[in-house]
């Protein structure tokens, strides 16, 4: 157990330096002993990657204080069940993917492949997400945000499939998916025809 608040951690440059981890304290939150630690990983559009030493040899929350389970067990655990072999997500996720091998390591469970995208950035540097309140997308009118974001990922959409269906352009867009046309870029600060972010 840990009882370490965020400010005694943020005092240690934002690492959890071990404070309890042989104090055999009765409660707060369980953070896991860190014994396989993952240094780098391979991501399948960035290639290998190397994740910061304080990060890789951090013990970290598995179930929070209020009693829920954190996100990186959670994460694989629903994975395994749900027997995902492939994950893609937004470049924002980089870093927790070790804790993440290393928790896949010690349940025995074969790891997964990753492809980490690259994120949409406002000019101030926020990532364009609804927790950071970014325009929400015209649910009567798709199709422009469909479209914004398949250039985002690297799609040279035909002027006749911009004018086909919906349908339309999601299965070209799956029959024309090439992994080497991602942008190679972490963050991306999107720029549309009408200078619109």
Not at 8 to 23: L, V
Not at 38 to 62: S, T
Not at 68 to 85: E, R
Not at 186 to 195: A, K, M, V
């Amino acid at each position: 157990y840990c009882q370490c608040t965020r400010k005694q951690i943020k005092e240690h440059g934002g690492f959890y330096p071990g404070t309890c981890r042989d104090k055999n304290l009765k409660e707060g939150a369980i953070r896991l002993k860190m014994t396989k630690p993952v240094a780098r990983f391979l991501d399948q559009k960035h290639g290998m990657i190397e994740i910061p030493e304080q990060l890789v040899n951090e013990d970290f929350i598995i179930k929070r204080r209020d009693g829920l389970f954190a996100y990186n067990l959670a994460v694989v655990l629903d994975d395994i069940d749900q027997g995902v072999t492939e994950v893609v997500r937004g470049a924002d996720l980089i870093e927790p993917t070790g804790r993440q091998i290393s928790l896949y390591q010690i349940l025995g469970q074969p790891e997964v492949s990753y492809l980490h995208l690259p994120l949409a950035m406002d000019d101030n540097g926020n990532k364009l997400s609804k927790q950071n309140h970014a325009t929400a997308i015209d649910i009567e009118n798709p199709k422009p945000a469909l479209l914004h974001a398949m250039t985002f990922l690297g799609f040279d959409v035909p002027e006749e499939i911009k004018a086909a269906s919906m349908n339309e352009i999601l299965s070209w867009g799956c029959e024309n998916w090439r992994l080497e046309q991602l942008p190679s870029e972490i963050e991306i600060t999107p720029r549309f025809s009408n200078g619109t972010v």
